[in-house]
């Protein structure tokens, strides 16, 4: 069979409705339009038989065949939303489409079959995505398949059942997948279920947040897994699951949403933190399943005013590219983002992020009209003890940073694993991103013949209002230093000022790096100075970085090409210390980003006003430069 074209025309988005949603002008219609062109877009790359998707690009390392088979799971996944969301009127074609699929990929004689699931395989991930599709459209195509069919789907999802999954968000893969088994009357193992839901326990580390497997590895698998799966199972778990262990998921969901709501600047864009990021706005997936789980603390305007920004933000920067593909990439392709997992149909994961389609047309998310996100009223500056973070936005530019002081990815002692820039910098944002795959943006090292020392594994201090602090053993690529950087920062406004203690072997250089500006069209420009340096995007969008305490010689601006996810062009100011003197050396730091033209048109009052002096007893006295004093104490 040839692939079917959609009965809906996937045309351009409808106009932007003001009235409802003042924000974005986003409505269902655009949701809906949304995914028609994404999945019309597929087609042309569809096998004979539809049961793979063969898209462009680089393969991911399970090959070839696994990448085309999660073109169909995860595209399915977007398909079924819409499908379920229609009540089966998105088209005919679109379930022909993908039940054909399913017919020829669960079919062990033809050609399209997929490959068995076994052991941490990545088929384990697509099973889960067919799991979740195949309950949510039930009744307009499970239960239309002939037996035969329905018995080889269950046969290919049954290897799950005895099968072993990496310790990871994976276990909730297996926990799904069983679960619609089970709801279908095929073999699964209750035992397993209940030990995957178990084991998310093991990983809770309180106010909503969990770690990705053992160790700290916080990043959006809270949003698009953590949170999203236990939700998904109890919908197809229904009467099965035990009534207080999903109201503990949601009491959970809750408390994370009360914090992932500040994660979006106000043009829509995510923190960009992480791995996985070419997965885009499935960062909004939990928003809609806050309100599908009725264990949301937001009204129903800002559910769809943030999830509708993400969107819009990478809609408006060409996202999805000019054949109507998601890109292995954030906004143009940019393999530096990826991982080696990431195939070319890996970004449809963003699929999620249509969840709210399963949410009635007349539901309130629909219907209320748009309230403005946290970001779009006021500053804001929240602690999060539980990943060790700090996030302080700025109202007047929209822009939100995460200060980092807690994850690291790292499995724990004595284990080590490459330094990630997604993961150990300082500080990211909605506006920036890290320079990969190293640069000195939000990031101090010591320096010497084999290059910059890498920040590794973190040791939270502490984490409270406006303050955070953690300390690092610097390590060489071929092992750790006889150095040890302690770090606490404080913010406000756009500001953070960094007072660093640096223990290390006389002879080493120092330098740090503010936050890195990039831009696909202009390099940005550089102005320098005594201790100072910033650099300024064409659009107003300005890194600074001053000494106030420690530091030698005039501010650089490190230029680079192809390293940076925001643009081709970036740049980066950096302070440098030639020469540690050996012991331990106090060095004071500002960095601001903003974007607000107040601030960076007056390049003085960007720093003129900062400063830090010791106190008798250790204490270091600091003042941004609007006059705000704090006080920091390094303590270990």
Known sequence: ????????????????????????????AHWETAADRLLAALVPYASPGLAQYRLPGRTGHSGELSDAVEGYARSFLLAAFRIAGSRGQAGPDLIERYVTGLANGTDPHHPEHWPPITDRAQPMVEAASLAVALHETRPWLWDHLSDGVRQRVADWLGGFVGATANDSNWRLFQVVTEEFLASVGASHNRDEIDAGLARLDDWYRGDGWYTDGDGRKFDYYNAWALHLYPVLWARIAGPRADPALVATHRTRLREFLDVHQYFFGSDGAPVHQGRSLTYRYAAAAPLWAGALAGATPM???????????ALKHFADREVPDEKGLLSLGWYRPFLPVTQPYSGPASPY????????????????????????????????????????????????????????????????????????????????????????????????????????SVRGRIHPLYTRTRRAASWHTPRRPDGELDARITTAGVVHGPWEIRVHRVEAPAGFGVHEGGWAVACDTTPPTAETGPRWALARRRDGLTSLIAGLLGWEDDGTVLHAEDRNAYGHHSATP??????????????????????????YRDVHALRAGAGAHVESDGTVEIRFPDGTTDQVLLVT
């Not at 012991?583 to 033209?597: H, Y």
Request: proline content about 15%; glycine content about 8%.
């Open 1 to 28: 069979m040839t692939a079917p074209h959609l009965s809906v025309d996937p045309g351009q988005l409808p106009p932007p409705d003001s009235r409802l949603s003042p924000y974005t002008g986003y409505t269902r």
């Open 299 to 309: 009204p129903p305007g800002r559910t769809r005013r943030l999830a509708s920004g």
């Open 349 to 452: 994961w963003a699929s999620k992020a249509f969840l709210g389609l399963l949410l009635p047309a007349g539901h309130p998310v629909w219907t209320a009209p748009e309230e403005p996100g946290p970001v779009d009223t006021a500053d804001r500056q929240l602690a999060l003890p539980a990943p060790g973070w700090l996030l302080h936005s700025t109202a007047a530019d929209g822009i939100v940073r995460l200060v980092n002081h807690g994850s690291d990815r790292l499995p724990p002692p004595p284990a080590t694993s490459q330094d990630s820039p997604h993961y150990t910098r300082f500080a990211y944002s909605t506006a920036t991103a890290p320079e990969t795959p190293r640069g000195p943006d939000n990031h101090i090292a010591l320096l010497d013949d084999s290059g910059a």
């Open 574 to 599: 950096v302070l440098t210390v030639p020469r540690h003197a050996g012991g331990t050396r106090l060095l004071v730091t500002l960095v601001c980003l903003t974007a607000d033209p107040a601030v």
